[in-house]
């Protein structure tokens, strides 16, 4: 078979770390090297979306040879070009083995227990390329559906997927769908929330960087099933380059005619554009989050009416996370069945982690629904560094539950999470070793809420500002056997009447950890000892 | 200074859609959103410079005080807490001799805290400006902040 074009690609992962560790370098020695060694003609360069694995460095991908290599610099850049690309022969010294993209071969524990379906292009395909975006059967679900399906039968098969959204609440999308689908208004709306801003999880940035089109794709099909004609991506306004990928995204979509009027010859109109936040980790719920578009204070309004009925400028809107929104090309193009052969009965599909704190290889990573705790930190993450003990994981960001060690193996689900007061929320993952101290970290989540409070409600507004001083008696050594029933009385009142979802889940990780680690408070509050040695306690300073 | 109405009441059903984006813009041809930058911005759009003021004071990336020449975004949210970000902002303070929120003296830096910047998987972390700086340690965070030092005192050796 000839062979026109390149006959190699180069895949380079941009994403803040490797900028960071000089991927730009990298890749401007790169194209220099090969037009000195005239191989410009077939090989390609290509810079992608993350790969997920930053304990590597600048990472470079050989395709179709699949060939990884690791902490790449400069330096290694003449012998990479004539040993593998003018010789075949690999450098064996830089080749990392436990990175997975795409289809290509693995011997690593960590990615055997990974199933990339939201993934499936970040780190494969040119991000800014739609022709790369097609030539993996991108857009195909759009054109089968606006030409073979109607409107009813998306919703259909999204629905039967039992998909459940992706942003934390886990709300079963299709259900979301038909409620903006019956409504009868002269304009609805489709809203991508990619204001994310929970600690720990920048899920949302990798897919949006990585496959911009699969969210676009996404939302076209949102679009046709509930009858809306416009639509919105509210992004972050600290990610960069998020937003001019995005951007780009949506230009070269509606150059191809995949957006606009009358796409793909169907008569379905569908348009998008870019919203930027301003910073407000508040704006991530939803109704504040339209407050925000509308130009005002991203302040969460009353329920109901939901958005499905009366969102943006009143119209019906749907608002999901851009991690539901990537799933859905597939669903669509694979049917519900397909679909729900991955994680659990009661909840299928797949989970986007970003696993962070104490963990020997933090990163991005994607697994079957109902997978354990204890796989995901120790097979997935190598475990915790330095030979530290396992002290408890919280899931789904700061306002997510906390897990100890009895909980390793609980399966990550909505469901079976919920029962252990729990969540899988955004999706990051914070593994928390032994040399830590629950108290001080829970004033840190505080320290969090109490400025992130939009203020509109007195519980929320003053609670955790209560609850800060309260905290900073504890870990200064001026605590009182009182303040911990303090602590759990403000704190299920936060929960049970705060106005929006930020004040009732700002108590989730206190109650967790006062739950699991009272003893712990205890200590702080009545003899003024930390164990970990964290807390500076006056007391001990006087003694 | 000039500020379109349409930008802001835009057409229809969708008024004021733009402001953010407006007070964004203002923001990097002026410094800051002072009160006379927000009065003029009221004057042009009609809208009430209170709920102006509103808006330009709930947003972290909309600033009415004038910052430094750097802005460092420091990370403490707790995946960088257990990760030792507390002493490396602490090597901050002092070496910066100010307090977060504020700017030093020479206006070369204003320290803010901010919220996870997504850089967990190479906590502590922080930004000065739009660079990004990952794995700090108390040592490494100050020569970082000494090579801006550094690189102005020449351009003004220069200059």
New interface residues.
């Given amino acids: 078979m000839s062979m026109r074009g390149p006959k190699r690609h180069l895949l380079i992962p941009i994403d803040?770390?490797t900028?960071?560790k000089g991927a730009e370098r990298v890749k401007a020695a790169l194209d220099k090297a090969l037009a000195l060694s005239n191989l410009t003609d077939t090989v390609r360069v290509v810079e992608t979306g993350t790969v997920g694995h930053?304990?590597h460095g600048v990472l470079l991908i050989v395709y179709p040879d699949g060939v990884v290599y690791g902490d790449v610099t400069v330096d290694n850049i003449p012998q990479i070009v004539r040993e593998h690309l003018q010789e075949n022969r690999v450098v064996e010294g830089l080749v990392v083995r436990d990175v997975r993209i795409g289809p290509f071969d693995t011997r690593a524990r960590r990615v055997e227990k990974q199933v990339r379906l939201v993934l499936r292009n970040v780190g494969l395909i040119d991000p800014e390329s739609i022709e790369d975006y097609i030539a993996h059967e991108g857009y195909e679900a759009a054109a089968r559906a606006l030409t073979s399906l109607s409107p009813e039968q998306v919703l259909e098969t999204v629905k039967a997927s039992g998909i459940q959204g992706r942003g934390g609440a886990g709300f079963p999308t299709g259900v979301k769908w038909s409620f903006a689908a019956r409504e009868k208004a002269p304009?609805k709306y489709i809203v991508c929330n990619a204001d994310?801003?929970?600690?720990?999880?920048?899920k949302d940035?990798l897919i949006l960087e990585g496959d911009p089109h699969s969210v676009l794709e996404g939302m076209l099909l949102a679009g046709y099933a509930v009858g809306a004609t416009k639509g919105y991506v509210y992004i972050r306004?600290?990610?960069?380059m998020s937003i001019a990928r995005m951007r780009k995204a949506i230009d070269q979509a509606r150059s191809k005619g995949l957006l606009g009027r009358n796409i793909l010859g169907s008569g379905f109109d569908f348009d998008v554009e870019v919203?930027?936040?301003?910073?407000?980790?508040i704006c991530g719920e939803e109704t504040a989050l339209l407050e925000?578009?509308?130009?005002?204070?991203?302040e969460p309004r009353n329920k109901p009416p939901f958005p499905p009925q009366a969102g943006l400028?009143g119209?019906p809107t749907v608002v999901n996370n851009v991690e539901t929104l990537a799933n859905i090309p597939l669903i669509v193009k694979n049917g519900a069945s397909w679909y729900r052969q991955f994680g659990t009965p009661t909840c299928p599909g797949t989970k986007v982690f970003?696993l962070?704190?104490?963990i020997v290889s933090?990163?991005?990573i994607e697994v079957p629904m109902g997978i354990t705790l204890r796989e995901v930190i120790f097979d997935i993450g190598h475990g915790i560094p330095r030979g530290r003990g396992f002290l408890f994981a919280?899931t789904g960001g700061?306002t997510g539950g906390i897990l100890a060690a009895g909980e390793l193996d609980v399966p990550m689900a909505y469901d079976t999470l919920r029962q252990v007061g729990s969540g899988l929320g955004s999706g990051?993952l914070?593994v928390?070793?032994d040399s830590?101290c629950v108290v001080d970290?829970v004033q840190?989540?505080v320290?969090?809420f109490n400025?992130?409070s939009?203020g509109k409600c007195t519980l929320c507004r003053e609670g955790t500002g209560r609850l800060l001083e309260i905290l900073h008696r504890l870990t200064s050594g001026q605590g009182d056997p009182r303040d911990i029933d303090l602590i759990r009385r403000l704190s299920v009142n936060m929960k049970r009447a705060a106005f929006c979802g930020l004040g009732q889940a700002a108590p989730t990780p206190i109650l967790g950890a006062l739950q699991r680690f009272e003893e712990i408070f205890r200590e702080h509050a009545e003899s003024h000892t930390c164990r970990a040695g964290v807390c500076r306690m006056r007391a001990e300073v006087a003694a | 200074m000039a500020v379109s109405e349409d930008a802001?009441q835009g057409s229809g059903?969708?008024?004021?859609?733009?402001?953010?984006?407006l007070?964004?813009r203002m923001q990097e041809t002026h410094g800051c959103l002072s009160q006379e930058v927000l009065t003029k911005v009221a004057a042009e759009t009609g809208l009430p410079l209170s709920?102006i003021y509103?808006?330009a004071t709930?947003?972290?990336?909309?600033t009415t005080r004038p910052k430094g020449r750097y802005r460092i975004f420091f990370c403490?949210?707790?995946?960088c807490?257990?990760?030792g970000a507390r002493r490396v902002l602490e090597a901050i303070v002092e070496y910066l001799g100010v307090q977060p929120g504020e700017t030093t003296p020479d206006g070369l830096f204003t320290l803010e805290?901010t919220?996870?910047?997504?850089?967990?998987?190479?906590?502590p972390a922080m930004m000065v400006g739009?660079d990004?700086?990952?794995n700090l340690t108390p040592q490494k965070a100050m020569a970082i902040l000494e090579d801006y030092r550094t690189r102005e005192r020449n351009e003004h050796a220069w200059s």
């Fill in positions: 803040p770390y900028l960071s930053h304990e304009q994310e801003g929970e600690p720990g999880t920048f940035r306004g600290e990610y960069r919203r930027e936040g301003a910073g407000a980790y925000s578009m509308e130009g005002k204070r991203g400028w119209m970003t962070v704190g104490n933090p990163g991005l919280q700061t990051a914070l928390v070793d830590n970290l840190n989540f320290e969090f400025h992130e939009c | 802001i059903a969708e008024p004021r859609a733009s402001l953010i984006e007070l964004k709920k509103g808006v709930f947003y972290t990336l909309l403490k949210n707790a995946p807490h257990v990760r805290l919220s996870c910047l997504g850089l967990c998987a190479v906590a739009d990004v700086y990952g």
